[in-house]
């Protein structure tokens, strides 16, 4: 038996759950495909946090229009920014204004997969439980959107954050 031969086994205590996920899809190198793959996938993770969910009461949660400038080849348009901030005392010890530490998020899925959404419920979680603000940036995904788009939508989420509001 070769070295390897426990690569093919999944762990002992997540073989239930793969099991439970049907037969692995068929290998595809075609996006759309790919991106309906990891939807069905993220779907499961959305409602686990959905259902750990805090109080509405303890967060505001905001979507915010960002224009982006087409650059290096990437094109112009609109994103939505998506802020979370939690209701509670002001940190006095971490910051010099009162306000709470920030923390810009990208959603996963490599640029041609996900949105706000895919992340909402843990960004929710996090922003109540580590008290932070959360601006969670939705760029837009490829193939219909060209390289470098995603990468200066992000940049341009980013930038906003950093503007006066």
Known sequence: MSENSNLA??????APLLSSLGPPAPATDDVLILRKQFEAAAFLHQAEWEDRAPSASAYRVQNHEVSVE?????????????SYVPYGPRPTTRSRDGAFPLLVWYHGGGFIAGDLDLDDGYLRNLCVDLQLSIVSVGYRLAPECTFPTGFNDAYAGLKWVRAPH
């Open 70 to 82: 087409a650059e290096d080849g990437g094109e112009a348009g609109q994103i939505t920014v998506r």
């Open 9 to 14: 086994r999944p762990d002992p205590e997540l």
